[in-house]
């Protein structure tokens, strides 16, 4: 009788030793999923990153299930007129425009979409900071309007997330800028390499690590600028591009605009789309995956 109600004791003991491993193990992978960083991509620019008269119509792929998983913070104005200041994250939606009259897209759609295809990312957060017509020689600059927007809305979003409970991470940025620096004076277009240069390691040192990958679109050959500047730009684009660490640059100039130098809602797609394959594969790269591990979380 002894023996058995020993045994029972020694069983009732090790019923709690194992039920207390199962909760250790399970508070365990809450713990470790809680802390699962959030990637978080940063688009900044002046009209075609706002996806101005971009023209929403049926033939648009619209939203999908799968867009609640992107968390999106859009910021936009134009000559002064302010449309959309999120100050919250919101699934992955399109824009209502009056400036450009109705609802617009940028590249955010496509990008996001792509890279959720790739496998590697079935969440992510999107900060949009756009401002029709700003150049790198003026707005863009640190002390610019800008970039000041850019920083008051990167502290408020990441702010969010953390106060979500999310762990962001700045993994990368996409930039499609130039126009304004080609349309009236040389020096702004003779200047642009060593502005666009400068812009993107401010990018890195004030949100993210020296080797966060950025992907650059080459400007069209605007209509409305000199051709000769635009010509500047577009090659300082490149260049940057392919003598910078962890940069890469798409190619818009097949695509179908609209007004000039704009694109249509289906170009925005493509745009995204082709953000998308360059920034995986610098991701994807050996070399970029160490500088991503080391991405600081803001």
Same mark, same amino acid.
């Given at each position: 009788?002894?023996?058995? +109600?020993?045994?029972?004791?020694?069983?009732?003991?090790?019923? =709690?030793?194992f039920?207390?491993?199962?909760?250790?193990?399970?508070?365990?992978? &809450?713990?470790?999923? !809680?802390?699962?960083?959030?990637?978080?991509?940063?688009?900044?620019?002046?009209?075609?990153?706002?996806?101005?008269?971009?023209?929403?119509?049926?033939?648009?792929? !619209?939203?999908?299930? !799968?867009?609640?998983?992107?968390?999106f913070?859009n910021?936009?104005?134009?000559?002064?007129?302010?449309?959309?200041?999120?100050?919250?994250?919101?699934?992955?939606? &399109?824009?209502?425009?009056? *400036?450009?009259?109705?609802?617009?897209?940028g *590249?955010?759609?496509?990008?996001? $979409?792509q890279?959720?295809?790739?496998?590697?990312?079935?969440?992510?957060?999107?900060?949009? %900071?756009?401002?029709?017509? +700003?150049?790198?020689?003026?707005?863009?600059?640190?002390?610019?309007? @800008?970039?000041?927007?850019?920083r008051?809305?990167m502290?408020?979003?990441?702010?969010?997330?953390?106060?979500?409970?999310?762990?962001?991470? %700045?993994?990368?940025?996409?930039?499609?800028?130039?126009?304004?620096d080609?349309?009236?004076?040389?020096?702004?277009?003779?200047?642009? $390499?060593?502005?666009? $240069?400068?812009?993107?390691?401010?990018?890195?040192? #004030?949100?993210?690590?020296?080797? +966060? *990958?950025?992907?650059?679109? $080459?400007?069209?050959?605007?209509?409305?600028a000199?051709?000769?500047?635009?010509?500047? %730009?577009?090659?300082?684009?490149? @260049?940057?591009? #392919?003598?910078?660490?962890?940069?890469?640059?798409?190619?818009?100039?097949d695509?179908q605009?609209?007004k000039?130098?704009?694109?249509?809602?289906l170009?925005?797609?493509?745009?995204?789309r082709?953000? @998308?394959?360059?920034?995986?594969?610098?991701?994807?790269? *050996?070399?970029?995956?160490?500088?991503?591990?080391?991405? =600081?979380?803001?």
């Amino acid at each position: 009788m002894a023996f058995l +109600t020993s045994y029972q004791n020694s069983r009732s003991e090790w019923s =709690k030793i194992f039920i207390r491993g199962l909760l250790w193990c399970w508070l365990s992978k &809450i713990a470790i999923f !809680g802390a699962e960083p959030l990637p978080l991509f940063v688009l900044v620019g002046q009209s075609n990153m706002t996806g101005a008269d971009s023209a929403i119509d049926p033939g648009t792929p !619209g939203q999908k299930s !799968g867009d609640a998983d992107i968390l999106f913070w859009n910021r936009s104005a134009y000559q002064g007129i302010q449309w959309e200041n999120d100050a919250q994250f919101c699934p992955l939606r &399109i824009q209502n425009s009056a *400036p450009y009259g109705g609802q617009i897209i940028g *590249p955010e759609f496509g990008f996001a $979409r792509q890279m959720q295809a790739s496998g590697k990312m079935a969440r992510m957060a999107v900060v949009k %900071v756009s401002f029709p017509s +700003t150049s790198m020689a003026g707005e863009w600059q640190s002390g610019g309007f @800008a970039y000041k927007a850019l920083r008051e809305e990167m502290e408020q979003a990441i702010g969010a997330l953390k106060q979500a409970g999310e762990r962001p991470v %700045v993994s990368g940025f996409l930039v499609h800028q130039g126009i304004s620096d080609a349309l009236h004076d040389e020096s702004m277009a003779t200047n642009y $390499r060593e502005r666009l $240069r400068d812009f993107i390691q401010r990018l890195r040192s #004030d949100f993210a690590a020296p080797e +966060t *990958p950025v992907v650059l679109a $080459r400007e069209n050959l605007s209509p409305l600028a000199k051709p000769v500047f635009m010509e500047i %730009v577009r090659d300082s684009i490149v @260049a940057v591009a #392919d003598s910078t660490t962890a940069a890469a640059w798409i190619d818009v100039d097949d695509l179908q605009r609209v007004k000039g130098h704009h694109f249509t809602a289906l170009s925005q797609m493509e745009i995204g789309r082709r953000y @998308a394959i360059q920034m995986n594969t610098l991701i994807n790269s *050996p070399h970029q995956a160490k500088a991503i591990q080391g991405s =600081k979380t803001p």
